[in-house]
């Protein structure tokens, strides 16, 4: 007898959940939409399963503002054990490279200037990127050899926190897009002489949304049971794009870029500038937007109740 399928309903929003230890993001996102009975969802930024933390998961109308929250800054705590290199570069790969070297504490802060600013790093051959096509971790479980060349990143701020003993160090890193702290673990181990791997790795930030803004699966399941009190575990879809502009329009102007129009934007009060905004009308979110020499041209359209 086949099962009943599961009511979905049009749910728009964020939920920035602090996701578990040994969990996928995948399988995360798809514990958060069977909760929510979403019909959408996505997430901002995969998450490995070793790390825990941070993880933006849109709903319904929020997946269209997951880019501008998956393209802004990020910061990472993370403990590297050293003495021990991993295929993966983290805990949960096989060794394939011991040091009995030991850094002090001097060499790794004398060290850390080298990894901040634009550097060139070379992504884990365990990663989600591709290779001809194919997913390059699915090719290194294959046994196959992956060569991934290196990529430009931003790395604003590194800094050593604390040394518990001669194996482990702690550390906190503000970084851009595309950043792998599995790799910056890898390079410092190899640059020190030591090897080394992520022991331990949490997100605490992910553009707008901080550690103080999550919600863990426990919280959410026990709160299911009314619609209220889940509903006010998620935030807005308006939370996505705290960091861009945000542009007030009539709603005859709101109409227009509904149906795709562009609107110019007269009288001193118009704004100057250009690149992306969010408009809304009346403090409902219409649109994510271009301006352009005082025009709004739209790119994405909110249907959301106003």
Known sequence: ??????????????????????MTSTT???????????????????????????????????????????????????????????DTDDAEGKETARSETRPTREALEALLPAFTGTILQTPPQFSALKV?????????RAGESVELAPREIEIDAFRLLDMPDADHAEFEVECGKGTYVRSLARDIGRKLGCLGHVSVLRRTLVGDFSEDDTVNLVELEQASADDATLFALMGPV?????????????????????????????????????????????GALVALAEMDAGELHPRRIFNLAR
Do not use: C, N
């Open 132 to 140: 001809d096509g194919a997913r390059a971790y699915d090719l290194a």
């Open 28 to 86: 995360a996102v798809a514990a958060v939409r069977r909760i929510f009975k979403a019909k959408k969802a996505g997430h901002a930024g995969t998450l490995d399963p070793l790390a825990t933390g941070v993880l933006p998961i849109a709903l319904g109308e929020a997946t269209k503002t997951v880019p501008f929250v998956q393209d802004g800054r990020k910061i990472y705590r993370f403990t590297v054990r050293f003495g021990i290199e991993t």
């Open 238 to 282: 308006a939370a996505g794009l705290r960091s861009l502009p945000a542009v007030k329009v009539s709603e005859h102007d709101a109409q227009r870029l509904a149906q795709g129009q562009s609107v110019f934007l007269r009288g001193r009060d118009a704004p100057v500038f250009e690149g992306p905004v969010s408009v809304s009308v009346h």
């Open 1 to 22: 007898m086949s099962q009943p399928r599961r009511e979905k309903r049009d749910v728009s929003g964020w939920v920035v959940l602090d996701k578990p230890l040994g």
